[in-house]
């Protein structure tokens, strides 16, 4: 196994110590990790984000947010019940030029992310790591480990674990997208289906061009999504910008329903970066391709 530890003892406003650490661990995923974010991509690649808080008490109430830094990087912000940051680093995520393992790197969060959220602990520097560290590479079915920090007394010892499969073809989540082909006034525009099915809470697709779509099967709360399509079985139809979509699944697009309403959000500035959203085997180096993925929550994708 191999480790980094360090500790920093920071006092808060409210007198309560929180002592940060850091150690990577490779191996078992634990199992009783708290909160957990998963996100699968249409070349097969499927990054799960758990969160385990420990044994808390109850005096202090933390919840996990992961909010998009770049194309292929992500914040993860641990929030307290007043809503401030006690905690947040940086994680990049990059697909071997094979295909065949996932590298990570963690990295401690700087100015981009003060200017970002200049208020996040209410004025204060957000503590973070201290420096890079290196989670992989990891082929699928490894996992690694990164503890965090305590907070003493409060039974709070939180660490994040980051767990790779590859060739993935998700079935279950409330919406989900498999053989997708894409038409705009009649005409193909995506090219070939990629090659795995997806499946979450959210999904979206990537068109060169033309940006991302995201799509829900419910109302998103301070998001700009609009009820704006229909799913009746494999066939899904919107309307964004005045333009006409279409698209044709392999499979049900809706979970439990045969037919219903989506809400959409298009970006068409939406720009993905990394390996990890590319098929190996189809895109040619730096080439970007139509990918579809799925996950239940929108911080992946979204800023």
């Excluded at 920093?8 to 007198?15: E, F, K, L, V």
């Excluded at 940086?90 to 990295?107: C, R």
């Excluded at 039974?155 to 993935?168: F, H, P, T, W």
């Excluded at 099967?217 to 399509?229: I, L, N, S, Y």
Aim: aromatic residues 10%; charged residues 20%.
């Amino acid at each position: 196994m191999n480790a980094c530890v360090f500790w920093r003892q920071r006092t808060r406003g409210d007198n309560r110590g929180v002592k940060d650490a850091v150690l990577i661990v490779f191996g078992g995923l634990a199992a009783f990790g708290q909160t957990s974010t998963t996100i699968t991509v249409s070349n097969g690649v499927q990054i799960e984000w758990t969160a385990d808080l420990g044994h808390p008490t109850g005096q202090e109430q933390l919840t996990v947010e992961i909010v998009r830094a770049s194309g292929n990087s992500f914040y993860r912000i641990f929030h307290d019940q007043n809503h401030l940051a006690v905690y947040a680093y940086e994680l990049e995520v990059d697909l071997s030029p094979s295909g065949e393992t996932l590298s990570a790197t963690a990295k401690p969060v700087e100015d981009e992310f003060a200017a970002r959220y200049p208020d996040a602990d209410g004025g204060k520097p957000v503590p973070t790591l201290s420096s890079d560290h290196a989670l992989g590479p990891l082929e699928s079915g490894q996992s690694a480990t990164l503890a965090l920090f305590e907070i003493p007394g409060m039974g709070l010892e939180v660490s994040d674990a980051i767990r790779v499969k590859m060739n993935q073809n998700a079935e279950s989540g409330a919406m989900r997208l498999a053989g997708l082909r894409v038409f705009l006034k009649g005409n193909l525009i995506s090219g070939a289906p990629p090659p795995s099915a997806v499946a979450g809470r959210f999904v979206m697709f990537y068109i060169p061009g033309r940006g991302g779509f995201f799509f829900s099967a419910e109302p998103v709360a301070g998001k700009p999504f609009v009820d704006a399509g229909t799913v009746d079985h494999n066939r899904m139809r919107f309307t964004v910008e005045n333009d006409d979509y279409e698209c044709t699944a392999s499979a049900p697009i809706l979970a439990g329903a045969s037919a219903g309403q989506v809400w959409v959000y298009h970006d068409p500035s939406y720009q993905p970066s990394g390996a990890w959203t590319q098929d190996p085997k189809a895109a040619a180096p730096g080439e970007e391709s139509f990918f579809t993925a799925a996950s239940d929550a929108l911080g992946w994708w979204l800023k």
